[in-house]
């Protein structure tokens, strides 16, 4: 057959496990979704990761791509070195303190390497997507919560203990309502996909929209309370984007999630918003863009990562065999 490498990536979320085989420059062979058992024990969601990946590999294997490494994104933070799940996440109930790498190397005899969700979104982004080419880089995804993103100089940047880069956990108000994480006043819950169908509901008193989606298509369409969330949303997002241009100057600031998808205006408000907050110099040459890969980030991301993590440590190997 042919002798084509490819890569694995697998994207646990809390709705849905999205995964996928691709080459290493990000063509995508084949992608798949499954359900996440997020209220099951530890060991059904790495049974199910496991099998999602037995899946991919079967369909590698049948077109002739022999697989290198395996890349996983998990929500909460991740030793990266060891792979290791430490701590719990909000909206699960059992996944904590999980040995990932370890436990999937063993019964998938590949190399495995896990990150956060986020981080490897950015990764994604940075690799395939909006970032290619950038080496500075932010990346928010607007979903339930506030995804972020921090690729500094090249670099996934993680904090000390892995646990940084929780953009959507910066506070916007020191009087503002209480969060899970135990902060007050942040960020995603003003400026999240959850924040805008709260608003809608309350200040439409009482009718529902099913998902951002349907509130962008009812402000295309003229509703003044459509109208009054979006305005509010660009109003909450672009407050945070600016504190966080004036923190890093990135080259490239990225936005995903479903309402970013909206079209090119969501974006354009956004951008004006931040011109009129940010610090001159640290918004100088910043380009604001929306995320270009979607859904696919965040699985394409670990895929990459993956592959990545596993090259550093053979050129680490063969530096310390030669010495
Ligand atoms: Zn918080």
Redesign the pocket.
Known sequence: MSDRSGLIGLDLGGTNIKYGVCLPDGTIIDEFIRQTNKDAPAEVILNDLESAARQALDVARQKGIAIQTIGVGTPGSVDVGRGYLKGSTPNFKSWKDVPIKEILERTLQLPVYVDNDANVMAFGEYRFGAGRGYQTIISITLGTGIGGGIILNGKLFRGHNFAGGEL??MSISYRGRK???G?TG?W?LYASATSMLENFRRWSKGREASSTREIVDLYEQGDPVARRVIETEVAMVAVGVASIINIFNPEIFIIGGGVSEAGDWFIDMIRQRVQQSAMEQSLLGVKIVRAELGNKAGWLGAAAFAREEWLNHLNAENTRLLT
């Open positions: 959507g956990h969060c899970r994480c902060g942040c995603e």
